[in-house]
């Protein structure tokens, strides 16, 4: 199986390129991937067949006509893999927007949506071994008081057990410095985490759609 897929940012980019190994197991070879980042996640437009600019690469702006063009031109061996943040949406009713935008593909691709709850950097906590392996010295008081998946500005609590001055700094600071940090907590941590045991309800049922589209049981 060939896996396009979609992340809104690069942290979730530099996430999954050390996840998705872990996932498809001894025979990841067989696989292949590709991971493109967005500039961040949008809205999805009114009119699905609309022009948008592609030169701002915000994902949702972007994904009735990607998915079109995927519906035209990827064989059945592969599929697209949608990997977006919930942030404070309804999650069902934000779900049934993203099949909205499928289903007015004509053809469709083989297409998997799956929602970080609340934010991709709850995927990060839902395995506590891996960020203390990665930074031995995040202050357990701050991860103690986070109840996985929840709706609690995620990253910004990620920040607050493990960055030097936590969420308060980054924000004095803004863009792209925030955008760097949370890479590289995605890429110090995605490496020690355990796929198979992680916490957070929402990796896990990405963890398993990944799998079903890999024909792995």
Request: positive net charge; contains cysteine; charged residues 30%.
């Amino acid at each position: 199986m060939h896996f396009e897929v979609l992340v809104e940012d690069p942290s979730g980019k530099e996430a999954l390129e050390r996840i998705l190994p872990k996932i498809l197991g001894a025979n990841y070879s067989l696989h292949s991937w590709r991971l493109r980042s967005y500039r961040g996640l949008g809205r999805i437009p009114k009119d699905l067949r609309g022009k948008t600019d592609p030169q701002k690469r915000i994902l949702l702006d972007r994904l009735p006509r990607i998915l079109q063009g995927y519906g035209h031109s990827l064989p059945d061996s592969a599929s697209v893999v949608v990997v977006v943040d919930l942030d404070r949406r309804d999650c069902m009713a934000f779900k049934q927007e993203l099949l909205d935008v499928l289903n007015a593909c004509n053809p469709r691709p083989t297409t998997l949506f799956r929602i970080a709850v609340e934010e991709s950097e709850a995927w990060l906590l839902g395995d506590r071994q891996a960020v203390k392996a990665a930074y031995p010295k995040a202050r357990d008081s701050v991860l103690d008081r986070y109840a996985q998946d929840s709706i609690c500005d995620t990253w910004e609590l990620l920040a607050d057990a493990i960055h030097p001055g936590g969420s308060a700094r980054l924000k004095q600071k803004g863009y792209p410095v925030t955008g760097e940090a949370k890479c590289e907590w995605a890429r110090n941590i995605a490496p020690n985490m355990n796929v198979d045991q992680n916490l957070s309800k929402s990796f896990q049922v990405f963890h398993d759609g990944v799998k079903r589209l890999a024909g792995i049981e």
